[in-house]
């Protein structure tokens, strides 16, 4: 396997002998992924006054590829909230020093996220210039897809003009940036290629993670590499 199953110890409640159980975190991890390039990440997990919270939204942190050693993406942030709409912090794990957050996009209304894919650029061998994870989409239960450079795909199942308000800004800003990027280098921020879409079993929700990232280099970086969520 390519990650074992995390298991963490609570305790569900106290009688003459005391009841421990056993909670199970299901692992999805993405078909194209690098595991075996850079540092794992601390697991982070979801929680608020010792109750679970769900991953809504998403932050993504990326480094406009415009250096001579290019490493795309380099952190992920999830955040959390529960099921009467309380935010209750945000998850991470390690994170690359190079780029910037592209800013955080949510799942509509009283949705969580249950599944992922990465695009990801292949290893170019000896010569070639190695970036690793290149984008990350979340997929929520109601059908949304939530992209970590783009935002939410659609403004289908977006109900709030606020939220309307914010995407078209923020598509807006994502166009012109880009137009930028062709113009200067003569370059997209579109490398590699999406893996298969993965998911948590059905009625779980996503409710941690853990990254890896390579960095600290002196030839070549490839930035994030891989990512790991947990499913509840």
Same mark, same amino acid.
């Given at each position: 396997?390519?990650?074992?199953?995390?298991?963490?110890?609570?305790?569900?409640?106290?009688?003459?002998?005391?009841?421990?159980?056993?909670?199970?975190?299901?692992?999805?991890?993405?078909?194209?992924?690098?595991?075996?390039?850079?540092?794992?990440?601390?697991?982070?997990?979801?929680?608020?006054?010792?109750?679970?919270?769900?991953?809504?939204?998403?932050?993504?942190?990326?480094?406009?590829?415009?250096?001579?050693?290019?490493?795309?993406?380099?952190?992920?942030?999830?955040?959390?909230?529960?099921?009467?709409?309380?935010?209750?912090?945000?998850?991470?794990?390690?994170?690359?020093?190079?780029?910037?957050?592209?800013?955080?996009?949510?799942?509509?209304?009283?949705?969580?996220?249950?599944?992922?894919? !990465? $695009?990801?650029?292949? +290893?170019? =061998?000896?010569?070639? #210039? &190695?970036? *690793?994870?290149?984008?990350?989409?979340?997929? %929520?239960?109601?059908?949304?897809?939530?992209?970590?450079?783009?935002?939410?795909?659609?403004?289908?199942?977006?109900?709030?003009?606020?939220?309307?308000?914010?995407?078209?800004?923020?598509?807006?800003?994502?166009?012109?940036?880009?137009?930028?990027?062709?113009?200067?280098?003569?370059?997209?921020?579109?490398?590699?290629?999406?893996?298969?879409?993965?998911?948590?079993?059905?009625?779980?929700?996503?409710?941690? !993670? $853990?990254?890896?990232? +390579?960095? =600290?280099?002196?030839? #070549? &970086?490839? *930035?994030?590499?891989?990512?790991?969520?947990? %499913?509840?």
């Amino acid at each position: 396997m390519r990650h074992n199953i995390a298991l963490l110890l609570a305790v569900l409640g106290a009688g003459c002998c005391g009841l421990v159980a056993a909670q199970y975190y299901e692992p999805i991890q993405s078909d194209n992924g690098m595991p075996w390039r850079g540092k794992y990440g601390d697991m982070d997990i979801c929680h608020h006054d010792k109750n679970f919270t769900y991953t809504y939204a998403l932050d993504f942190k990326f480094d406009d590829l415009n250096d001579l050693d290019n490493v795309g993406g380099n952190a992920v942030k999830l955040y959390c909230r529960d099921h009467a709409g309380s935010i209750s912090g945000y998850v991470t794990s390690i994170e690359g020093k190079r780029g910037d957050w592209q800013g955080i996009h949510s799942c509509p209304p009283h949705a969580f996220f249950n599944g992922f894919r !990465l $695009r990801v650029f292949p +290893e170019q =061998g000896t010569w070639g #210039d &190695d970036f *690793g994870v290149d984008n990350i989409q979340m997929s %929520c239960e109601d059908g949304t897809i939530v992209d970590g450079i783009e935002g939410v795909l659609t403004e289908e199942g977006v109900t709030d003009e606020v939220e309307k308000s914010v995407l078209r800004q923020w598509v807006d800003k994502v166009e012109r940036k880009m137009e930028v990027i062709r113009y200067n280098i003569g370059k997209t921020r579109i490398h590699g290629e999406w893996g298969s879409w993965v998911y948590c079993s059905p009625g779980m929700y996503v409710v941690g !993670l $853990r990254t890896v990232v +390579e960095e =600290g280099h002196i030839d #070549d &970086d490839a *930035g994030l590499t891989d990512v790991i969520l947990y %499913c509840f």
